[in-house]
């Protein structure tokens, strides 16, 4: 089992960023690919960004050139920044963990809005 703990999200202004932050514990070391992925009201869950674990990275063409993942693999932790954001990135951003054997894990979410 991976438990993931996410935080960073809130109320932003347009052109201002934010930095999301999520927390990996429990059986870690099954960790292949972390990602974070986004969902608005009305709307289906979308893959913003992926790295895994030798830090190839995936965007959304979306917010490529606006937002970067990291990740620490010492601390378990992967990041979002996201710049210059903009009202349409408004949603519920959840962080995924995907296992070597393709199982998901998923955190609780957290709320990013983005006001104009």
């Known amino acids: 089992q991976v438990q993931l703990v996410e935080s960073g999200g809130g109320l932003v202004q347009a052109g201002g960023s934010l930095r999301l932050s999520c927390a990996a514990s429990?059986?870690?070391?099954?960790?292949?690919?972390m990602g974070w992925y986004r969902q608005a009201p009305g709307k289906q869950r979308e893959l913003v960004a992926a790295i895994s674990r030798g830090g190839i990275t995936n965007y959304a063409d979306s917010v490529k050139g606006r937002f970067t993942i990291s990740r620490d693999n010492a601390k378990n932790t992967v990041y979002l920044q996201m710049n210059s954001l903009k009202p349409e990135d408004t949603a519920v951003y959840y962080c995924?963990?995907?296992?070597?054997?393709?199982?998901?894990?998923w955190g609780q979410g957290t709320q990013v809005t983005v006001s104009s």
């Open positions: 429990g059986s870690i070391f099954s960790i292949n690919l």
């Open positions: 995924n963990a995907a296992t070597v054997k393709a199982t998901n894990y």
